[in-house]
């Protein structure tokens, strides 16, 4: 059965990343499945309570780290927001040839993966 993943990432810097990674859940042997939930827009009121409910219909989450993902303030609030869920997540690097940076919220010992598509599919299965 495919997990449902949510994708944090930085929508300023990294969406074309994302995009990519988007673009993966539809390969025939994915092991995930993606509903867009990013915000393309400020959400009025309560952002952060519309993030939490997003969440409860996923099995994991994945945090697409770019070059600035350290100073983008949502990415850290959702890895948050994760983890206050106890949902499982793991950290992405968006790129191979530049210095990805992890979330402010982020744990010393969260190790940044590579991106690679058996990492992936190992990184869904739980293999971290």
């Given amino acids: 059965m495919k997990k449902r993943a949510f994708i944090s990432f930085d929508i300023d810097n990294d969406e074309g990343a994302k995009r990519m990674l988007a673009g993966q859940a539809k390969y025939s042997d994915s092991p995930f499945t993606f509903k867009d939930n990013s915000v393309k827009k400020h959400l009025t009121g309560d952002w952060k309570e519309k993030v939490r409910r997003r969440m409860d219909n996923v099995d994991v989450v994945i945090v697409l780290c770019g070059t600035k993902t350290h100073t ?30 992890k979330p402010t919220s982020a744990d010393v010992s969260d190790k940044l ?4 598509w058996d990492n992936l599919k190992s990184l869904i299965k739980g293999n971290r």
């Fill in 72 to 101: 983008a303030t949502g990415i850290a609030d959702e890895l948050s927001i994760a983890k206050a869920k106890k949902k499982p997540y793991f950290l992405l690097a968006a790129y191979s040839n530049k210095h990805c940076t």
């Fill in 113 to 116: 993966y590579n991106w690679t």
